[in-house]
């Protein structure tokens, strides 16, 4: 199973953009990265009348729509928790989610000084760094917000070695 780290902090704050710079470094230092999204919304990606819309509509309980280097999978009576997804990650190294702030895995939080001033988890006892552009005195360790090959470099001493 994967290493797994949760990318947590309040809206707007800067948790897609840290994922999307923290990924390439990531896998430059050879790592298979996996994410997930965690929304508190229900989503449809499956266009209505398309033929896998058709299959489950029809009842199917998982669909999976594949083309030359790409899979998607619809499945039904997922729980929505993080130890449900787990699994799916199997074949890679780290699987990093945006959200799930309230699970029991090693999360970095992101604060924004434009957004809010202070660590939403700062009590957390899995907080394991902040990134922020913020004065914040935290006993987790503190990066700025452009310093992402040193939260690559911590991560990858952290968890993945």
């Known amino acids: 199973m994967p290493q797994v780290i949760c990318v947590v902090g309040r809206s707007q704050s800067g948790k897609t953009t840290l994922i999307e710079k923290l990924i390439p470094i990531l896998k430059n230092k050879g790592y298979r990265i996996g994410t997930i999204k ?4 229900v989503f449809d990606f499956d266009k209505s009348g398309k033929d896998s819309w058709r299959h489950k509509d029809a009842g199917a309980e998982t669909v999976i729509i594949a083309s030359p280097g790409k899979i998607a999978m619809v499945k039904n009576d997922h729980d929505g928790t993080l130890e449900g997804l787990i699994g799916y990650f199997d074949d890679l190294d780290l699987l990093i989610t945006e959200g799930y702030k309230g699970a029991r895995r090693p999360k970095i939080e992101v604060v924004r000084a434009a957004r809010h001033n202070n660590a939403l988890l700062k009590d957390d006892d899995c907080l394991v760094a902040v990134v922020t552009d913020a004065s914040l005195n935290l006993s987790a360790p503190v990066f700025g917000l452009e310093d992402i ?4 470099d911590f ?7």
């Open 155 to 161: 991560i990858e001493e952290k968890f993945l070695k």
């Open 149 to 152: 090959q040193k939260l690559a």
């Open 38 to 41: 965690h929304s508190h919304h």
